[in-house]
DNA sequence: TAGGCCATCTGGTCCT
DNA sequence: AGGACCAGATGGCCTA
């Protein structure tokens, strides 16, 4: 199977016929006639070009490889380079389908430094939701002592967290039930919503998101204005948990863009 | 028109 | 030796 056939360029500017005319674009290009000019030792152009810049030398004693035989080569490197350009671009088609921003004809696709931008800042804000339902989940089931007998049966889960962070949970649960939601109701929505996560990542609607994706690009973790506080579901904004060491240390690296 | 984004080509380096 | 990976260079397309 011949990737070239398959091009998944999403723009028209990806040339495909080049594959059938790469030799030619290399033996035309810039860089090519640089090189040439540079061992250029009379005005011949053409084919005469060619050999001498595919290796026609007379004083080289290496056995001189056939003009056809370099041409196939670039060819076949420049086809390997295509297919591994095109496989990394639809990994990152890839990665933009699973990112919560918004879907559609007319919004504009976003370029693979926002993508991955936005892909690093949404980990980074579904891990500090995840740190909010361990710290929930250790309130509720009151103390240490029930979290870790329950950590004993599912290692996955930690133990709660310091009590610095515990001393915010009343604004967080107040707020919580002022929409609502109950801490049972946020585990089981957290259970339900983690059987779905490998296949179904979470919409930019059901988590609330209704800043544009630049909000997201430029500062993760302070979506105090724009977050809507869903019944049961882990909050992440800043009202309702402090910022964690890692992520706020991250955030300082936080983008430009 | 400048700047951003992208695809492609190319040569170098590293790995198997 | 061949392939994968990477970065620089180049030119095209699009938008503000």
Redesign the pocket.
């Known amino acids: 199977m011949d990737s070239d056939s398959g ?1 998944v ?8 016929l ?2 059938d005319d ?2 030619g ?3 035309s ?4 006639q ?2 040439c000019r540079e061992n250029r030792e009379d005005n011949e152009a053409g084919q005469g070009r060619m050999q001498r810049c595919s290796g026609g030398g007379k004083t080289k004693t290496r056995p001189e490889p056939n003009k056809d035989e370099v041409q196939d080569l ?1 060819l ?3 086809s ?3 297919k ?3 496989d990394l ?1 639809q990994a990152m088609d890839g990665l933009r389908e699973v990112m919560p921003y918004a879907h559609g004809p007319s919004v504009r ?1 976003l ?4 993508t991955l931008l936005l892909a690093r800042n949404y980990i980074l804000m579904l891990s500090s939701s995840l740190e909010e339902m361990k710290k929930l989940v250790g309130d509720v089931y009151g103390g240490s002592a029930a979290v870790q007998s329950r950590t004993a049966a599912h290692p996955t889960i930690t133990p709660a967290a310091p009590t610095a962070h515990l001393s915010l949970h009343p604004l967080a649960h107040s707020l919580h039930s002022l929409v609502g939601s109950t801490p049972s109701a946020a585990l089981q929505h957290h259970t339900t919503s983690t059987a779905a996560a490998p296949h179904s990542p979470p919409s930019a609607s059901f988590l609330g998101f209704h800043a544009p994706v630049q909000g997201l690009l430029k500062d993760p973790l302070h979506l105090t204005s724009s977050y809507r506080h869903f019944p049961g579901m882990p909050c992440p904004c800043s009202l309702c948990q402090p910022l964690p060491t890692t992520t706020s240390t991250l955030h300082n690296l936080s983008m430009t ?1």
């Open positions: 091009s360029c999403s723009r028209s500017s990806s040339p495909d080049v594959v790469s030799a674009s290399f033996f290009n810039k860089m090519f640089t090189y670039r076949k490197v420049n390997r380079e295509r591994r350009m095109h671009n696709k370029s693979k430094i926002s863009k």
